[in-house]
C-alpha cells in the first residue's frame, strides 16, 4: 500500500531563504509525481509534473527533482517571497492503478515573513 | 484561473441528509475525479468518470455516487450524511484518464455536517 509522506508538516522562512520541500513515498512503482500548492480554503495548483523517467523539472524559481529508487522528491523554491505562503502537497500516480488517481501527502505548510 | 468551477461554495447540511455538489470541467477534458479533503490533510481520492462511465473508486463506501454528462458537468452525491462527511470536495479534470496531463482542480466545496 502506498504512503506518501512529508515532512516538516509546517515550515517558516524569512524572505529570500530559498525553500526545501521534501516527499517521500513507500512503493516505486509510481507513473509520475505532481506538486501542488493550495492557498486556505481554496483548490489546489499544479506546480510541477515530473513523469517517471524524468529526474527534475523546472518552472521558473521553481525545481523538482524525482529519485524513484529512493522513493523521494525534492521541490526547490528559490529566493522566496510572502507570496509564496502557502500548502505544498505532493502527490504520486501509480502505474498499478488502472486509473488517473493520485495519492496525495498531507502538505507543508509554509510561510514566508517579509 | 483553471476553468474548473464547483457549486456551492459553502453548504451546511445535517446528519442523516443527502447532498448533491456540482462540478463543471473544462471544456473538452473527458475526465473528472473527486477528492475529499478533511481539514489538515491531503485530498483523499473518491472516484473517477472518463467519458460518463465510472473508471475506478477509492475506499469511499457506496452512499457516495457520481454521474458525469455530456456537456463536461458532474456530480458527485452523498446519501445519509454522517458527521465524519464534513470536509473539503475537490473535483479535478483532465484531458484523458492518465495522469501523463495534469489534473486542473477546482475551488472547491466546504460541506460541513452538524
Known amino acids: 500500500k502506498q504512503e506518501v509522506t512529508q515532512i516538516p508538516a509546517a515550515l517558516s522562512v524569512p524572505e529570500g531563504e530559498n525553500l526545501v520541500l521534501n516527499c517521500s513515498f513507500t512503493d516505486s512503482a509510481i507513473y509520475n509525481l505532481q506538486w501542488f500548492r493550495q492557498d486556505p480554503g481554496k483548490g489546489l495548483t499544479s506546480l510541477l509534473l515530473?513523469?517517471?523517467?524524468?529526474r527534475e523539472q523546472t518552472s521558473g524559481r521553481l525545481n523538482a527533482s524525482l529519485d524513484k529508487s529512493s522513493g523521494r522528491s525534492t521541490l526547490y523554491i528559490a529566493a522566496s517571497q510572502p507570496g509564496d505562503s502557502a500548502t505544498y502537497l505532493c502527490a504520486v500516480e501509480m502505474t498499478t492503478d488502472s486509473w488517473g488517481k493520485l495519492q496525495f501527502g498531507a502538505g507543508t505548510q509554509v510561510v514566508v515573513t517579509p | 484561473e483553471t476553468g474548473v468551477t464547483q457549486s456551492p461554495t459553502h453548504l451546511i447540511k445535517t446528519r442523516g441528509q443527502q447532498v448533491t455538489l456540482r462540478c463543471s470541467s473544462q471544456?473538452?477534458?473527458?475526465?473528472v475525479s473527486w477528492y475529499q479533503q478533511a481539514l489538515g490533510q491531503g485530498p483523499q481520492f473518491i472516484f473517477q468518470?472518463?467519458?460518463?462511465?465510472?473508471?475506478g473508486r477509492g475506499n469511499f463506501p457506496p452512499r457516495f455516487s457520481g454521474l458525469q454528462f455530456p456537456n463536461y458537468s458532474s456530480e458527485l452525491n452523498v446519501n445519509a450524511l454522517e458527521l465524519d462527511d464534513s470536509a473539503l470536495y475537490l473535483c479535478?479534470?483532465?484531458?484523458?484518464?492518465?495522469?501523463?496531463?495534469?489534473?486542473?482542480f477546482g475551488p472547491g466545496t466546504r460541506l460541513t455536517v452538524l
Open positions: 471544456s473538452g477534458h473527458n475526465t
Open positions: 468518470y472518463y467519458r460518463e462511465e465510472e473508471n
Open positions: 479535478a479534470s483532465s484531458l484523458e484518464a492518465r495522469g501523463a496531463d495534469t489534473q486542473y
Open positions: 515530473i513523469q517517471s523517467s524524468q
